[in-house]
Structure formats: C-alpha cells, structure tokens
C-alpha cells in the first residue's frame, strides 16, 4: 500500500483551500488527512505500509508524524505520471505481488474499498477507484500486469484535470488487460469539498455511526463553529 504525501508546510499543501483557511490552517487540515488516513490503513492485516513522500528532506519529518513501522521511499520522476511509474516499479522490484497505490485527501475513503481492490487483484490485473472530480483515489496492479501497463497507464494523462479518470481508463484499454473498478468517492480540494466533508462527518455521526477520521473531525468541529 503505498500512500503518496507531501511533507505538511505551509502553502505546500491544500493551497486551493486558502482562502478561505490560512496556509497555516491548510497545512494542518492535511496533516489530520495524512494521520488519519494512514493510521486507518495500518489496520489492514499482512499489507505493508509505504509512504512515497516529497520533497526530498521529507521523510523525517512525515516519519515523525505517522510511524516508525511504515516505509519510506522518495518520489521520483518530473511529473506526476513519472513518480506512480517510479514506485510502482519499487514495489515490483521488492517482491511485491500486489501493489496500491493511493493519495491522502480521502480521510473518510471506507477501509472496505481497499479490501476489495486487494479481493479484486486475485482475478485481474489492474483495479481502479474513481473520484467525483475526474480523476482517481486508487490505483493497483497485480505483479503480472506491470510489464505490459507500467509506465503505458501513466503516459500522456493530462494531470489535475477532471479528465484523469477517463483518460487513465482509455489508456488501460489499449493494453487489453483484466480491469476491476471500485465505487467512486470524493477527494478534498476545493472550499465546497470542504463543507460537504464536514456534511458528511456529521451525518455520519447523526445516524449512530463511527468516523475514523477522527483528527479530521475535530479540526472540522473547530473551523465550522
């Protein structure tokens, strides 16, 4: 399971949410997104925890944060597409037969999708989670598909835009691969992901149920007060 993330500073992280949080406020938005997320997939059993970080003097900082027990690898490459292409390969090279890889801006993302991208990797090559802005909160290849997919499902994706998902899954298709596709949920990027975020977490609470966010929701509490 490999998680990419940025070392949380100031204007280096949700810089779409300023305004209206302060760099500050932002920075520790996503440091409880990081935290939670990464202590909500630390339960999974026999997946190892990999913490693809950038920048480069990231990883004491990130390690101070989230565990001793995780791995940390850097990113590599220029573009997005290049860092995926470059740890997935890590992970190939180091015995791993299925990989996932994820972002952090999906806190409340339920642990149960990643169970079943990990079920759905036994019978296919590739699994994907689409998010409602376009793009993907997961991707996951099975070791005997990254010879013919990697780097081919990274290559001329236009990044950041709304039309990552349907891109990624043209680019899939022309390698004529076994292709499993998880339920959508949403990432949090913009102001109005924001409020409906802290909709959600509250719902979520009305009806009787538990959040595993729970940094999130107490840093949510706080902002929509």
Request: hydrophobic share 45%.
């Amino acid at each position: 399971m490999i998680v990419f993330a940025k070392n949380p500073i100031p204007n280096a992280v949700k810089t779409r949410l300023i305004p209206p949080l302060s760099p500050e406020q932002a920075a520790t938005l996503y440091t409880a997104f990081l935290t939670d997320w990464c202590e909500a997939l630390a339960e999974l059993r026999d997946v190892d925890l990999v913490i693809a970080y950038t920048p480069a003097d990231a990883q004491p900082d990130l390690q101070a944060l989230i565990s001793d027990d995780a791995i940390y690898i850097p990113q590599v490459g220029i573009d997005l597409g290049e860092r995926l292409t470059s740890a997935t390969q890590w992970a190939a090279e180091h015995g791993y037969t299925k990989i996932l890889i994820v972002g952090s801006d999906s806190p409340t993302l339920p642990i149960s999708y990643i169970s079943q991208a990990l079920t759905l990797l036994d019978s296919r090559n590739i699994v994907i989670g689409p998010s409602t802005d376009g793009g993907y909160y997961l991707i996951g290849f099975s070791v005997k598909a990254l010879a013919t997919t990697v780097p081919h499902v990274f290559e001329e994706i236009a990044w950041s835009t709304a039309d990552v998902f349907q891109q990624t899954v043209t680019r899939i298709g022309e390698v004529k691969v076994t292709f499993g596709l998880l339920p959508p949920w949403y990432d949090i990027d913009t102001p109005e992901d924001l409020a409906f975020l802290h909709a959600h977490i509250s719902a979520i609470r009305l009806a009787g149920g538990s959040v595993q966010a729970v940094r999130t929701e107490f840093l949510l509490t706080k902002l929509f007060s």
